[in-house]
């Protein structure tokens, strides 16, 4: 941009209550999602604030996250705003990469996550689901979050990972992830190699767990069987532009990039479904019969019977809405933008809120009301739980898949209460993808 232009340009106006030194950054860490929507009320389309030095313009509605969501890479990285995952994923993956290889890794992720592999991925689910409820009983009280957190990790490690894996996945494995996922709290969005235990345990983390993931891909190398159906298939067979084969370690960083996109996205939005599903009793009840008509208690749940379910995708939609996963979407600005007329700067920050975006009364008026049938906006960017542009969500017709094998299996067998007053199950906004704050308890009865 020439030097005339960006001086006709204006610039985005600036949030109230700035402290000095930290910014907005304490408003920011008591409920970030509210205090987005106070930046788009008090300043609309352009909002900038500074979150302890980063100054950071938030880009609210439809037009504005279309642009967000469209502009690429090489003008807004999420790379460089995505940092804090490079001590997670290892070397040389993803937003460590040079943009040709992540271009490739990208692609042979979304590759593991089409059509091929989702036959085998709702068989494995359905499995994993009727092996949970096996032990339930006629009736009973679970916290859903600590249940559906490891419902999800099983799904999602017996998918990427495959059946024998899964079958000796062992407590070991369980708490190198748990360290992993440690690692990438907030503070390592402003440094992610400050000396910290958290970082070391990290550290050893990933260390342990390519050398584990290691032992397989060799296990397989060395094997004569070819068809796994999983998506460290899909990894080891995927290629650069010159023909080359991932690292052990590039293969492994794909496993843990994946298990991260989809693990707490996909458990957040199973707790809150089953949440409104006991809260919500008038749709609830359309939901579970039409699940009832559709599935009996034994018949088998295969990615052919999943395909239509009209109520039950309605439901899960508006819990979307109104819980989206992950809340806020950022990028660092690599080269000077002009967004009609307003000059946002190379080295700011550019962020979009989903949770603000979807309470937006010009599209969904009375917006904290749960209403599945609530009419669709005439505009793409404005219901965006999976994101929208080049790097939607990868994971989206897979995600779907899984909520709706889930609750196939469990409505017409279960109906399910809420155990503490309404009240309690609120966003818990504290963690970097959003669930119900916790414990989240639900009682089930077997139906008649
Ligand atoms: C309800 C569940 C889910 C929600 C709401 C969700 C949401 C999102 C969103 C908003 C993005 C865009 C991020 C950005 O633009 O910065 C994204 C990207 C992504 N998601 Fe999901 N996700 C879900 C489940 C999953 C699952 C189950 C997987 C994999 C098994 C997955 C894999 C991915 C991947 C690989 C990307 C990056 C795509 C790219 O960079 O090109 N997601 N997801």
Request: aromatic residues 10%; charged residues 25%; proline residues 5%.
């Amino acid at each position: 941009m020439s030097p005339s232009v960006v001086a006709s340009l204006k610039l985005p106006p600036k949030v109230s209550g700035e402290k000095p030194g930290s910014g907005h950054m304490e408003e920011f860490g008591v409920n970030f999602a509210r205090f987005m929507m106070r930046c788009n009320a008090e300043c609309g389309e352009l909002a900038e604030f500074n979150m302890g030095g980063q100054q950071t313009v938030l880009m609210s509605g439809p037009e504005a996250q279309e642009a967000f969501l469209k502009t690429l890479d090489l003008k807004l990285s999420r790379a460089a705003a995505y940092q804090a995952t490079v001590p997670v994923f290892g070397k040389g993956v993803i937003f460590d990469a040079p943009p040709d290889k992540m271009k490739a890794q990208l692609k042979i992720q979304v590759d593991a996550l089409r059509y091929q592999n989702m036959k085998n991925y709702s068989t494995v689910i359905s499995q994993e689901v009727e092996d949970w409820v096996a032990s339930w009983g006629d009736e009973g009280e679970l916290d859903f979050l600590d249940e559906f957190l490891r419902l999800t990790l099983h799904t999602a490690t017996h998918c990427l990972l495959g059946k024998d894996f899964r079958d000796r996945m062992t407590e070991e494995f369980r708490e190198l992830y748990h360290a992993l996922e440690k690692g990438l709290q907030a503070i390592a969005f402003v440094d992610p190699y400050m000396q910290q235990p958290v970082f070391e345990a990290r550290d050893k983390a990933l260390i342990r767990l390519q050398a584990l993931i290691g032992g397989i891909i060799a296990e397989r190398r060395a094997s004569s069987h070819i068809e796994y159906g999983d998506a460290l298939e899909t990894f080891m067979a995927g290629t650069y532009t010159d023909g080359s084969q991932l690292t052990e370690n590039e293969i492994t960083g794909l496993v843990i990039a994946t298990m991260f996109a989809g693990h707490h996205t996909s458990s957040g939005t199973a707790t809150w479904t089953l949440t409104e599903l006991a809260r919500q009793k008038e749709y609830s009840a359309e939901v579970s019969e039409e699940l009832q008509a559709l599935f009996k208690s034994d018949s088998e749940i295969t990615l052919e019977s999943l395909r239509e379910i009209p109520k039950l995708e309605a439901f899960i939609e508006e819990v979307l809405r109104l819980h989206p996963p992950l809340v806020l979407l950022m990028r660092r600005v690599i080269e000077d933008i002009d967004y009609n007329g307003t000059l946002i700067e190379a080295g700011k920050t550019v962020a979009i809120s989903i949770y603000g975006s979807h309470r937006n009364t010009d599209y969904f008026p009375d917006p904290e009301k749960f209403d599945p049938y609530r009419p669709k906006p005439d505009t793409l960017f404005a219901y965006i739980p999976f994101g929208g542009g080049p790097h939607k969500c990868a994971g989206n017709a897979f995600a779907m898949m899984q909520m709706k094998a889930i609750f196939a299996a469990l409505l017409p067998r279960y109906e399910f209460e809420l155990v503490d007053p309404d009240v309690t199950y609120q966003d818990d906004l504290s963690a970097i993808v959003l669930k119900p704050t916790g414990p989240c308890r639900l009682r089930y009865t077997k139906r008649k």
